[in-house]
């Protein structure tokens, strides 16, 4: 990997640091090196990739959309289109528009087109990301609710319902492989029924159903998922953008939008998708998550949660907003939760290796846990290489806020777990179960309202300063003037 020369200079305007390669807004105390190098999550190559994914296809009156997801490194990066079809671009920084997201509106292009896009990190690290898309309008499928009457499928005959394309029936093969574009308006989740009265639900597997489900750029979809879930079985490179997926069904012990079995799904990957209005089901004590990736007898690799919102869940005993088990190279970053009681929000519960928790936050009426680091014993390998950081959490009720580790499955073990530049305000973070080697704790802020027990730095190496404190006037920097409550920062960064 290339290392750049970080000289940094003060810009007198702003008073903030700036490299000489990069206008990222972060002051030289706020620097952060990489702990893990960059690793490519989503797009991956395309001699890895079937010709049905998503990537690999692109509509000629639909716009392109397709997020980067980089795993590791030092974050902000900075992105950069090396190669592209005309008109293509990409939100280079932090806080910009589209930030780290290729969108492409097609202008008479076809056959097939290239994209190659440079991420850069703070250390000055680089990594190419390299694919290829073909124009193939017959891969796509539309499904418009406000349609007069069922059509062939094609952008100007939509079929009308999602039971169109699903036809009642597990093993139709009718539209396998296909990409269902889902236009604006409301769209009620309905598959088969099976053995619980009263539940539909969708079952993918890769060369039966679709594996691909994308709103229409620009409108805004609604499902209904209050009749069934989607039980993803063997899909590898599912792919899931846009849409509101609204009132997962309580008609089952445990409630899911998307419950992800079986070894063959690797490559999944989630973007700006929206999740509302989910209670746990009958029961609610084994995994009630909106994204539930179960436990498998080997291991998925890569997966992607970008940009997406949760909000208004209730799930008071098992479950919360993602639930992964047995999965390495993985990402969940940008999200957005709000409003919901959970147990454990964002749960790397049994993952094993090169995970991701970066830039999400928790911010309006969240009470229980927000995030955690599990290291179950459920995981097939042990856990090593997971980092938690650049996140904001604001907490209530009795329930810690984060936990560091939520299990016991692998003592004396783990190791490489880096947990950095969060601000966490609420009920203290609980640091706990060291592994072979103590976590690395640094430059996080803490503002407990309960007391500091649980934020243990006896079992952490500490390189960057931590501010832990149970009352505000002790972070004076981070207050309002006028009223003297917290601003929440972006690691250390302050926002108001």
Not at 15 to 35: D, G, I, M, V
Not at 101 to 122: A, E, K, L
Not at 252 to 279: I, K, L, Y
Not at 289 to 313: D, H, Q, W
Request: net charge negative; proline share 4%; with cysteine.
């Amino acid at each position: 990997m290339a290392i750049l020369n970080l000289a940094l200079k003060l810009n007198p305007t702003t008073n903030k640091y700036q490299s000489n390669w990069n206008p990222h807004p972060l002051r030289a105390e706020y620097f952060t090196p990489a702990k893990m190098p960059l690793n490519l999550i989503y797009p991956r190559p395309d001699g890895e990739t079937p010709s049905h994914a998503r990537h690999r296809n692109f509509h000629s009156q639909m716009t392109y959309e397709i997020p980067i997801g980089i795993q590791g490194g030092a974050w902000p990066f900075k992105y950069e289109i090396l190669a592209a079809p005309t008109g293509a671009t990409i939100g280079q920084y932090y806080g910009s528009a589209n930030y780290g997201v290729i969108s492409w509106t097609p202008t008479g292009q076809t056959g097939s087109q290239s994209f190659s896009v440079r991420v850069t990190d703070c250390d000055g690290s680089t990594i190419v990301v390299d694919w290829t898309t073909a124009l193939n309008d017959s891969a796509f499928i539309f499904v418009n609710p406000n349609a007069v009457t069922s059509g062939s499928g094609s952008i100007s005959s939509p079929l009308k319902l999602w039971s169109d394309w699903y036809l009642n029936d597990h093993n139709n093969t009718a539209y396998a492989n296909k990409i269902i574009v889902l236009r604006g308006g409301t769209h009620v989740l309905y598959g088969a029924s099976g053995a619980t009265a009263g539940v539909f639900n969708v079952q993918v597997d890769t060369n039966i159903k679709p594996t691909s489900f994308v709103e229409f750029p620009g409108e805004s979809a609604v499902i209904d998922c209050s009749q069934g879930k989607m039980v993803i079985q063997n899909a590898n490179d599912f792919y899931v953008s846009g849409g509101l997926y609204d009132y997962a069904c309580q008609l089952v012990n445990n409630a899911h939008v998307f419950w992800m079995v079986g070894e063959n799904n690797s490559r999944a990957t989630f973007f700006d998708v929206g999740f509302d209005h989910f209670d746990e089901g009958l029961v609610g004590d084994d995994n009630a998550n909106a994204i539930f990736l179960g436990g498998s007898a080997g291991v998925r690799n890569y997966f992607l949660v970008k940009n997406c919102t949760f909000e208004n869940f209730a799930v008071y005993q098992n479950g919360g907003f993602i639930d992964l088990y047995d999965v390495s190279n993985f990402l969940i970053e940008g999200c957005v939760c709000s409003n919901s009681f959970v147990s454990l929000g964002i749960h790397a519960k049994a993952t094993v290796a090169f995970g991701t928790m970066r830039n999400n936050d928790f911010l309006e009426n969240i009470s229980g846990c927000c995030m955690a680091i599990g290291y179950s014993s459920a995981a097939n390998l042990l856990p090593h290489d997971h980092e938690v950081c650049w996140n904001r959490m604001k907490n209530s009720g009795a329930v810690e806020i984060f936990r560091c580790v939520a299990s016991t499955g692998y003592p004396g073990q783990t190791y490489n777990t880096f947990v950095y530049r969060n601000t966490f305000y609420g009920v203290c973070p609980w640091i706990r179960f060291v592994g072979a080697e103590p976590f690395d704790i640094d430059a996080n802020l803490v503002v407990s309202t309960t007391t500091l027990t649980n934020w243990d730095m006896s079992i952490a190496t500490v390189t960057y300063p931590n501010t832990a404190t149970t009352t505000l006037t002790a972070v004076d920097a981070n207050l309002l003037p006028t009223d003297a409550t917290l601003r929440y920062r972006r690691g250390c960064e302050v926002y108001r």
